[in-house]
């Protein structure tokens, strides 16, 4: 049986918001006691308050909350009373109070292509920050065992698809084993206007030869000047990979939603 706590886990590693709802309090003949959760999402639910029209009421209030989180500010956590009587179509005759928690995940997205040393030391970093990182590489052993909560490591052969499907405002860093890559992934992220950061590790050097090809491609000057290369705060940091991952993050910290 999936616990509160692991379908919250689920829905977050899936990017998707829910409602923890939990019963604060309950008087006389009810059908759940104080401390009981369901999770609640737009597509489903996990757990139970006691089911009939207390159920209904409750998924009914969560997500007119998931739809207010939608387009605005998340809403504050609320708590609603509840009589379990001919008025809620219950006969149970008790009284509940019901809190209800928006658990949204991070707004912040990050796209890491690449899984060598730096990228490897910036998923650290961005582990104990809030965002949620996609981590892309074709070689699943270059991953490490062990990735923070909030990294989903993807095995792909088509990372030009995969900068399709990142959602709007995502930051990208590159730093791929190869050079023809690299710059694959950066034309199909600058297809795109509406993703945040584009950060390509390199030389001035290697950013002039791709401006060079990208603009054969048809790419224009206002195009490739949203392109960061090379990457990472000015003066911040050297060449170690953990150096040149603090600089970055620090970069990606200036310009994060918010």
């Given amino acids: 049986m999936t616990t509160w706590i692991e379908a919250l886990a689920g829905l977050s590693a899936r990017g998707e918001p829910a409602v923890l709802v939990t019963v604060l309090r309950a008087d006389g003949s009810t059908p759940r006691g104080a401390g009981t959760k369901m999770v609640i999402s737009a597509a ?16 009914r209030a969560a997500r007119e909350m998931l739809a207010a989180s939608a387009v605005g500010e998340p809403p504050p956590p609320f708590s609603r009373d509840f009589g379990l009587g001919p008025s809620l179509g219950q006969c149970c005759g ?6 209800f928690e928006a658990i949204l995940p991070p707004r912040w997205n990050v796209a890491l292509f690449g899984a060598g040393h730096v990228g ?22 270059e991953f490490p065992g062990d990735l923070p909560a909030n990294v989903r490591a993807v095995v792909t052969d088509d990372p030009e698809g995969e900068v399709r499907d990142l959602p709007p405002g995502c930051d990208l860093v590159i ?3 190869s050079h023809d890559l690299d710059q694959a992934i950066v034309a199909a992220a600058l297809r795109r206007r509406d ?10 050097t290697k950013r002039a030869r791709f401006e ?5 491609r048809g790419f224009s000057d206002a195009d490739l ?34």
């Fill in 44 to 59: 489903g639910a996990q757990g139970t308050i006691g089911g009939g029209h207390l159920e209904l009421e409750a998924t």
């Fill in 212 to 216: 060079a090809r990208l603009r054969e």
């Fill in 225 to 258: 000047s949203r392109l960061v290369c090379p990457i990472g705060l000015p003066g911040v940091g050297g060449k170690e990979p953990a150096e040149i991952a603090i600089s970055v993050a620090a970069q990606l910290l200036q310009l994060r939603p918010g």
């Fill in 195 to 204: 993703l945040g950061y584009l950060g390509l590790i390199g030389s001035r």
């Fill in 94 to 99: 008790g009284a509940v109070t019901l809190l």
């Fill in 175 to 177: 730093f791929t084993h």
């Fill in 120 to 141: 490897r030391a910036l998923t650290r970093l961005l582990g104990d920050l809030p965002c949620r990182v996609d981590w892309f590489d074709s070689r699943p052993g």
